[in-house]
């Protein structure tokens, strides 16, 4: 467990006289979240240590299902507290929490998911200070465990009523909230954001095929079935394509299920699963097409951004927040979710050269750099702690 550390004073970094400058008082913000695993939501999180404390704020994190994130982040100078329940509802951690907020002085806690919701909300109101709740994906529709969405909603839409602020990633998932009673007020959309990095070679594909990339936490929701139905049917076309998986499965049951379509499909030598991977940015070097086949739950995800970022041409499906981030038929195209024969025609129409890559390359950097930088999501973040605070 790591020890908080005491308040500091930054310097603004601007040229100042002395006598005018006043000291700015950094304020200590205490994330709420799982840790179990990271993903999309996991990267916001650790991007945001890092962007917050541009913005005069000092980010800890509290696990309540520490796992993977503890290793993978990237700022590992925010402080991290592990506080692992026994069960999902398992409130002795509600305590613990509590001290660290005590002596760790945070004014402000943020949570990120149903579990964390519950616990931050709890300790929020003992120790006296707001609480901040980050929404990534539609509680109600996140899996395909339907009696667990219900429940997970009930208990979100019960402990949220306590929350000083929402902050949606997508507009869709911002009316969401709206539709299910929120108040316009409390509700602010900011959309997820990426650092831009160095963009993906554009290869000559004729040479060595094609290489159609896809990175998740592998889960029902997440459409893989329905990407690897639209490989085997690009390659009964005679069409040069293969597969780079990048990421775990959520569960062994759900990768043997997995495995047994493989078989089934003929495609054992035409998929390359690359298991987790902290390493994104060198994973899209090695594509030349990103496919994001999601099938429901998502908010606005991470990885597009960043295959937007790289400059990948992008085909994804028309699931919440995808179609503000990629505009079909500039960005990248966009097809029906769950759909192989749709999702293996648009793939077809850019192995074919029927659109340009060249160009949804060229409008998928600028999209990014205009709407979707870390920088921009980490002051959309503050400004709603300002607001709060």
Same mark, same amino acid.
């Given at each position: 467990?790591?020890?908080?550390?005491?308040?500091?004073? #930054?310097?603004?970094? =601007?040229?100042?006289?002395?006598?005018?400058?006043?000291?700015?008082?950094?304020?200590?913000?205490?994330?709420?979240?799982? +840790?179990?695993?990271?993903?999309?939501?996991?990267?916001?999180?650790?991007?945001?240590?890092?962007?917050?404390?541009?913005?005069?704020?000092?980010? +800890?994190?509290?696990?309540?299902?520490? +796992?993977?994130?503890?290793?993978?982040?990237?700022?590992?100078?925010?402080?991290?507290?592990?506080?692992?329940? &026994?069960?999902?509802?398992?409130?002795?951690?509600?305590? &613990?929490?509590?001290?660290?907020?005590?002596?760790? =002085?945070?004014?402000?806690?943020?949570?990120?998911?149903?579990?964390?919701?519950?616990?931050?909300?709890?300790?929020?109101?003992?120790?006296?200070?707001?609480?901040?709740?980050?929404?990534?994906? #539609?509680?109600? =529709?996140?899996?395909?465990?339907?009696?667990?969405?219900?429940?997970?909603?009930?208990?979100?839409?019960?402990?949220?009523?306590?929350?000083?602020?929402?902050?949606?990633?997508?507009?869709?998932?911002?009316?969401?909230?709206?539709?299910?009673? !929120?108040?316009?007020?409390?509700?602010?959309?900011?959309?997820? +954001?990426?650092?831009?990095?160095?963009?993906?070679?554009?290869?000559?594909?004729?040479?060595?095929?094609?290489? @159609?990339?896809?990175?998740?936490?592998?889960?029902?929701?997440?459409?893989?079935?329905?990407?690897?139905?639209?490989?085997?049917?690009?390659?009964?076309?005679?069409?040069?394509?293969?597969?780079?998986?990048?990421?775990? !499965?959520?569960?062994?049951?759900?990768?043997?299920?997995?495995?047994?379509?493989?078989?089934?499909?003929?495609?054992?030598?035409?998929?390359?699963?690359?298991?987790?991977?902290?390493?994104?940015?060198?994973?899209?070097?090695?594509?030349?097409?990103?496919?994001?086949?999601?099938?429901?739950?998502?908010?606005?995800?991470?990885?597009? @951004?960043?295959?937007?970022?790289?400059?990948? #041409?992008?085909?994804?499906?028309?699931?919440?927040?995808? #179609?503000?981030?990629?505009?079909?038929? *500039?960005?990248?195209?966009?097809?029906?979710?769950?759909?192989?024969?749709?999702?293996?025609?648009?793939?077809? *129409?850019?192995?074919?050269?029927?659109?340009?890559?060249?160009?949804? *390359?060229?409008?998928?950097?600028?999209?990014?750099?205009?709407? !979707?930088?870390?920088?921009?999501?980490?002051?959309?973040?503050?400004?709603?702690?300002?607001?709060?605070?």
């Amino acid at each position: 467990m790591a020890t908080s550390a005491v308040l500091e004073k #930054p310097d603004s970094g =601007r040229s100042v006289p002395a006598r005018r400058r006043a000291p700015q008082r950094v304020v200590r913000v205490l994330h709420v979240i799982n +840790g179990e695993h990271y993903a999309g939501a996991e990267r916001v999180q650790d991007l945001l240590a890092a962007g917050l404390g541009r913005e005069g704020f000092r980010v +800890g994190f509290a696990c309540l299902k520490p +796992g993977r994130f503890a290793a993978a982040r990237q700022d590992q100078n925010a402080p991290l507290y592990a506080l692992p329940m &026994r069960h999902r509802f398992d409130l002795s951690v509600v305590w &613990r929490l509590v001290r660290i907020i005590r002596r760790g =002085r945070y004014e402000l806690l943020h949570s990120h998911s149903t579990r964390s919701a519950l616990v931050a909300g709890l300790a929020a109101k003992i120790a006296g200070v707001p609480m901040v709740h980050h929404v990534h994906s #539609p509680t109600s =529709r996140d899996s395909t465990h339907r009696r667990r969405d219900r429940l997970n909603a009930m208990v979100e839409r019960i402990v949220l009523g306590s929350a000083s602020a929402l902050i949606a990633v997508s507009g869709s998932l911002g009316r969401h909230l709206r539709q299910r009673g !929120f108040d316009d007020r409390i509700v602010t959309v900011v959309p997820n +954001g990426v650092p831009g990095r160095q963009a993906a070679p554009v290869r000559d594909c004729s040479k060595h095929g094609w290489t @159609l990339g896809t990175v998740a936490l592998f889960r029902p929701r997440k459409g893989i079935e329905v990407l690897l139905r639209a490989v085997a049917m690009l390659r009964r076309e005679g069409l040069p394509v293969r597969l780079r998986a990048v990421g775990g !499965f959520e569960t062994p049951e759900y990768r043997r299920e997995i495995e047994r379509l493989v078989e089934e499909l003929g495609l054992g030598d035409a998929v390359d699963w690359t298991g987790f991977s902290q390493d994104v940015d060198r994973e899209l070097m090695q594509m030349d097409l990103f496919v994001l086949p999601s099938l429901f739950g998502e908010g606005l995800p991470m990885v597009l @951004l960043e295959a937007m970022s790289a400059g990948l #041409p992008v085909v994804a499906t028309a699931v919440e927040g995808i #179609p503000e981030a990629v505009r079909h038929g *500039r960005d990248g195209l966009i097809a029906e979710p769950n759909d192989p024969h749709a999702l293996a025609a648009l793939l077809g *129409r850019v192995i074919r050269g029927e659109v340009d890559r060249r160009r949804l *390359r060229r409008s998928a950097l600028q999209r990014h750099a205009e709407s !979707f930088s870390e920088k921009a999501m980490a002051a959309g973040v503050a400004g709603v702690y300002r607001r709060v605070l």
